[in-house]
């Protein structure tokens, strides 16, 4: 990480560019000489702020991650008495800056693919934004668990799904959405499961 300045300006200037260049040739196909074009520097430059294409996606993604990760908080909301408010504000977050990423996002599930590094990453977010979410309803409301056949990783699952879906373009199966969190209001837990029902679907209807 560049110390001066002028470094961090020039780092962050490639990896804008870098965002670009991904977002419009993929993963795969991309190569350093593309980003050292549109970042208008020379491959020497690039090569001094980033050792590889991998060290420099890895980099761009865990920006745009600390991103959502930012985005997706509730400010100024008490979760315990403002549910819905405070979880379609995280939601609406979450998938705004989601959306506004989601052709360097694309590259990145392509990388999955291809790339068990990227496989680990992918699973490192999931799993800081299930480890927040599950802090949030110990603390609020003393669950440490939820009850019943659901897991706190298939509600962050079903988030992401509606995520992708979102901004690729397509259209969410909210029926299956629909039927998920009725599943959890079965649990004990029934109004906070409800208030993540309605909050998601009011999200969802003002897309």
Avoid: C
């Amino acid at each position: 990480m560049p110390t001066t300045p002028k470094g961090q300006r020039t780092r962050a200037e490639i990896l804008a560019a870098a965002g670009r260049v991904f977002a419009k040739a993929g993963y795969v196909t991309l190569r350093m000489g593309d980003v050292a074009r549109e970042a208008g520097v020379s491959m020497g430059a690039l090569y001094r702020y980033f050792r590889n294409k991998d060290d420099l996606f890895l980099s761009l993604i865990g920006d745009i991650h600390n991103e959502l990760f930012a985005a997706s908080q509730t400010r100024g909301r008490n979760f315990s008495t403002e549910t819905y408010a405070a979880l379609y504000e995280a939601n609406a977050g979450y998938l705004a800056h989601y959306h506004a990423n989601r052709d360097v996002m694309r590259a990145f599930v392509e990388a999955t693919t291809v790339n068990s590094r990227y496989r680990d990453t992918w699973w490192r977010m999931r799993q800081r934004h299930i480890d927040r979410f599950v802090a949030v309803l110990n603390r609020e409301f003393g669950m440490t668990a939820i009850a019943g056949p659901l897991s706190r990783r298939p509600l962050t699952d079903w988030l992401e799904r509606v995520a992708r879906l979102r901004a690729f373009g397509d259209t969410p199966d909210e029926a299956a959405g629909r039927r998920f969190f009725e599943r959890f209001t079965t649990a004990r837990q029934t109004r906070i499961g409800h208030e993540i029902l309605v909050g998601v679907e009011g999200f969802l209807a003002r897309r």
